[in-house]
């Protein structure tokens, strides 16, 4: 039987990267962006179903009887109902790992513009604030050194882990909440803690979790108070992790110093959004993972994924 492969959201990868040839594997039907409402029309003959943020719902899966695969284009796999697919035999199956290098520049990125006041400054130089200082120099806040400080790493997977290790090339101590059991890393100083000592330790912590009903909102107004507050928060990972009115009350408050985020709850962030005008929190639109290199590597992962099902021997299943 000829695979009938659809795309629902193909758009979302950009139009500057390099599509594997799909259609070595079977007919292939591409849809730029898709709603969830538009998925039973467009894949009702579908055998494979490649989504990045559509989601697939019970209600969805069940209306799909020829499916039998599901290529995520992305690592997080929350987008698809997994006891659904499982029990009408559905195989998923993520990329892991693709844009580790990215996250963790981004990430970087954020911590260096919170320690450093870059984008503050920027901005001041462009209003002409520096052309009436008295000296030489100007400063709106005072840059803050990392060397020395201690990074709280809340997840210690593949990201996690290289975030601590550019950490320690900073000459950071390194702090690390994991789940789960990990081997210890070779620099030091580095310790495994639990999650309230992190907040209270750490002078900048950075979120590296998925979004799990046990992770979700779990940074809240109890975990914000313990921080300094001279610290930073980042979330590079999965916007619901915070309670986003608990965050704002933080930083208007001054219980923390700022927070640096590529997530929030609700993609594209609307114009009412609780965190719009929140002092000393930068935003930036999702793209983390989103370098063209990254971004290549996702899709030949999908296709490498796809050909490995076909072989009989998946690979990258998600449970």
Same mark, same amino acid.
């Given at each position: 039987? @000829?695979?009938?492969?659809?795309?629902?959201?193909?758009?979302?990868?950009?139009?500057?990267?390099?599509?594997?040839?799909?259609?070595?594997? *079977?007919?292939?039907?591409? /849809?730029?962006?898709?709603?969830?409402?538009?998925?039973?029309?467009?894949?009702?003959?579908?055998?494979?179903?490649?989504?990045?943020?559509?989601?697939?719902?019970? &209600?969805?899966?069940?209306?799909?009887?020829?499916?039998?695969?599901?290529?995520?284009?992305?690592? *997080? /796999?929350?987008?698809?109902?997994?006891?659904?697919?499982? +029990?009408?035999?559905?195989?998923?199956?993520?990329?892991?790992?693709?844009?580790?290098?990215?996250?963790?520049?981004?990430?970087?990125?954020?911590?260096?513009?919170?320690?450093?006041?870059?984008?503050?400054?920027?901005?001041?130089?462009?209003? *002409?604030?520096?052309? @009436?200082?008295?000296?030489?120099?100007?400063?709106?806040?005072?840059?803050?050194?990392? +060397?020395?400080?201690?990074? *709280?790493?809340?997840?210690?997977?593949?990201?996690?882990?290289?975030?601590?290790?550019?950490?320690?090339?900073?000459?950071?101590?390194?702090?690390? /909440?994991?789940?789960?059991?990990?081997?210890?890393? &070779?620099?030091?100083?580095?310790?495994?803690?639990?999650?309230?000592?992190?907040?209270?330790?750490?002078?900048?912590?950075?979120?590296?979790?998925?979004?799990?009903?046990?992770? @979700?909102?779990?940074?809240?107004?109890?975990?914000?108070?313990?921080?300094?507050?001279?610290?930073?928060?980042?979330?590079?990972?999965?916007?619901?992790?915070?309670?986003?009115?608990?965050?704002?009350?933080?930083?208007?408050?001054?219980?923390? +110093?700022?927070?640096?985020?590529?997530?929030?709850? @609700?993609?594209?962030?609307?114009?009412?959004?609780?965190?719009?005008?929140?002092?000393?929190?930068?935003?930036?639109?999702?793209?983390?993972?989103?370098?063209?290199?990254?971004?290549?590597?996702?899709?030949?992962?999908?296709?490498?994924?796809?050909?490995?099902?076909?072989?009989?021997?998946?690979?990258?299943?998600?449970?």
């Amino acid at each position: 039987m @000829k695979e009938r492969i659809v795309i629902l959201d193909a758009g979302s990868v950009g139009d500057d990267c390099t599509w594997p040839d799909f259609a070595r594997l *079977g007919e292939v039907t591409r /849809y730029e962006i898709s709603s969830t409402r538009d998925v039973v029309e467009r894949a009702k003959n579908a055998t494979m179903l490649l989504t990045n943020k559509v989601y697939l719902p019970k &209600e969805i899966l069940e209306a799909l009887p020829h499916l039998r695969y599901v290529g995520c284009i992305s690592t *997080g /796999y929350n987008q698809v109902d997994l006891p659904t697919a499982a +029990a009408h035999g559905i195989t998923v199956c993520n990329v892991p790992a693709y844009s580790t290098a990215s996250v963790m520049q981004h990430t970087f990125a954020l911590i260096l513009d919170l320690a450093s006041k870059i984008t503050m400054h920027v901005n001041a130089v462009e209003q *002409g604030q520096w052309e @009436k200082s008295p000296q030489f120099c100007f400063w709106l806040q005072p840059a803050v050194e990392l +060397a020395g400080k201690t990074l *709280g790493v809340v997840g210690f997977g593949d990201t996690g882990s290289a975030v601590a290790r550019m950490g320690h090339a900073f000459g950071m101590n390194v702090l690390a /909440y994991a789940p789960r059991p990990k081997p210890l890393p &070779e620099y030091t100083p580095f310790a495994f803690v639990g999650l309230e000592e992190l907040f209270a330790q750490s002078d900048v912590v950075t979120l590296h979790c998925p979004s799990t009903p046990e992770s @979700k909102e779990m940074v809240n107004a109890a975990l914000l108070s313990r921080m300094k507050p001279s610290a930073f928060i980042v979330n590079t990972a999965r916007g619901d992790l915070i309670q986003e009115r608990d965050l704002r009350t933080a930083l208007e408050q001054g219980t923390i +110093a700022g927070a640096g985020l590529d997530v929030v709850s @609700k993609e594209p962030m609307p114009a009412h959004h609780i965190l719009h005008g929140a002092p000393n929190c930068l935003i930036t639109p999702h793209v983390a993972w989103s370098s063209v290199e990254a971004r290549n590597r996702l899709l030949h992962g999908v296709f490498t994924n796809i050909c490995n099902f076909l072989a009989g021997a998946p690979t990258n299943v998600v449970k």
